[in-house]
């Protein structure tokens, strides 16, 4: 077999253990050692390699930012900090037209700054906004449209996992790939809300509900028009202080990234303490989830590691270069090929094993090219976010399905109501091929 026929074969058999219910980390392990067994014709050569490269993948101290942001994320999410951060963007955007949408999202990019994970803002967000959308007339598609799109700046903006897990893969600083997701991620909050304000003036029978019937579902979660200056300043307080300390820290120079991930989880959880949002039992399942979640990661990007020195064993990379080469010698061509592999890859595996199997195999092509990794690298996450919201898959949709109980909102409503918020994804990927200078926000202020 070719290198090319290899690489293929390994995707396809990737996908097929996925469906059959594997665990993704374990799909990629045993493609990895059936490409290095067959390929050497030595099973134990096979075992010797994968567990150098198992040993190598996670040996940096590095890897201690995955836990201390995921525990940051985590014990924030408890303290109801979604909850403050839609109570303040009510209290100062209901006025405006699609005002509850433009909280939504504004919220969610503030609340996308403490937890890093789009699951956790689609479930909070589901619980916090919808039902006071519903009440004030909002149609369920506008509303959950709003709640599924803005959810996915959770893994833009930084910390975002996702943002981690490509700097280990492509060997990038995790702090510039933070910094670089701020730009883009502020972009597309942006244009969500412009997209928001039109839906709401332009096809108001798509924003509201006319019929009225979700008019008195649900009960508020907040009552902006209550809050003083002073209640906004006590809700706003924490998030301000520990979004500036954590990612000032890391932007000034001050810490590393994986230091960090230590203040903002000592921050957190002075924030809980001060709030009694956390008490011992719950902080004791927050340190259980921390670290089923850490010990997922890690296995991923060992696995990740495997399957990438498996496939540079066999030329797969070399391989793939010279045919996307023989495609054509534009950059944008293969650009354009890579982000239409990835979003019919979205619609059937999930965003980290599409940029597990993706990166190893298109970063080397990208090198050959000149391409800079890190503006690679958020090309590549908003590409894959977009299967967040598309069907089949779609995990955020199911997620906002999970935490819904009103069977009166279906599956398909939330996916038609995601649908104009993929569609505006894909706009600002379209801005970022076009002006990729947008990406750097470190230059827009001459750093």
């Known amino acids: 077999m070719t290198g090319l026929e290899i690489g293929l074969a390994s995707i396809l058999l990737i996908v097929v253990l996925i469906y059959a219910g594997l665990y993704v980390g374990v799909a990629l392990s045993l493609v990895s050692f059936a490409v290095v067994a067959v390929l050497r014709g030595d099973a134990m050569l096979a075992v010797n390699l994968l567990t150098l490269a198992a040993a190598d993948g996670i040996a940096s101290q590095t890897f201690a930012v995955i836990p201390l ?18 109570d303040v963007a009510d209290f100062m955007l209901r006025r405006l037209p699609g005002g509850l949408g433009l909280a939504t999202v504004a919220s969610n990019t503030v609340f996308a700054a403490v937890t890093g994970v789009s699951i956790a803002s689609a479930a909070v967000f589901t619980r916090v906004a919808l039902p006071e959308m519903l009440r004030l007339g909002y149609s369920p598609r506008f509303a959950i449209g709003a709640i599924a799109g803005s ?12 943002l981690i897990i ?108 001060l709030r009694r949002s956390l008490d011992l039992r719950a902080f004791w399942k927050v340190l259980l989830e921390t670290g089923h979640i850490t010990a997922s990661v890690c296995f991923l990007i060992i696995a990740a590691t495997m399957y990438s020195r498996a496939l540079g064993l066999a030329g797969v990379p070399v391989a793939v270069g010279g045919f996307f080469g023989g495609l054509s010698d534009q950059l944008i061509v293969i650009l354009l090929l890579y982000i239409l592999l990835i979003l019919l890859l979205g619609t059937i595996i999930d965003s980290v094993s599409i940029l597990l199997i993706m990166v190893p195999l298109f970063l080397p092509i990208m090198a050959g090219f000149g ?77």
């Open 166 to 273: 490509y700097a280990i893969l492509a060997e990038e600083s995790i702090g510039r790939m933070f910094f670089a997701g701020i730009g883009p991620g502020l972009i597309l909050a942006s244009v969500y809300c412009v997209g928001i304000v039109g839906m709401a003036r332009l096809t108001p029978g798509f924003a509201y509900d006319r019929t009225g019937r979700f008019r008195d579902q649900g009960v508020s979660s907040s009552d902006a028009s209550d809050l003083s200056l002073l209640d906004v300043i006590r809700k706003a307080a924490p998030i301000v202080i520990l979004v500036t300390v954590v990612l000032g820290g890391i932007y000034g120079g001050i810490f590393t990234p994986t230091e960090a991930g230590a203040v903002g989880a000592l921050g957190a959880m002075v924030v809980a303490v």
């Open 371 to 447: 391409v800079d990794p890190v503006w690679f690298g958020i090309i590549t996450i908003i590409a894959v976010e977009v299967g967040l919201l598309t069907p089949p898959l779609g995990m955020a949709c199911f997620v906002i399905r999970g935490c819904i109980d009103d069977r009166r909102i279906t599956l398909g409503d939330i996916f038609a109501g995601a649908l104009p918020f993929a569609g505006m994804m894909l706009v600002v990927l379209g801005l970022l091929l076009t002006w990729p200078h947008l990406v750097y926000i470190d230059r827009w202020f001459g750093f």
């Open 69 to 86: 942001f995921v525990l940051m994320g985590l014990i924030m999410s408890h303290s109801n900090v979604g909850r403050d951060a839609f």
């Open 151 to 162: 959810s996915v700046l959770g893994m833009l903006i930084p910390p975002s996992v996702l």
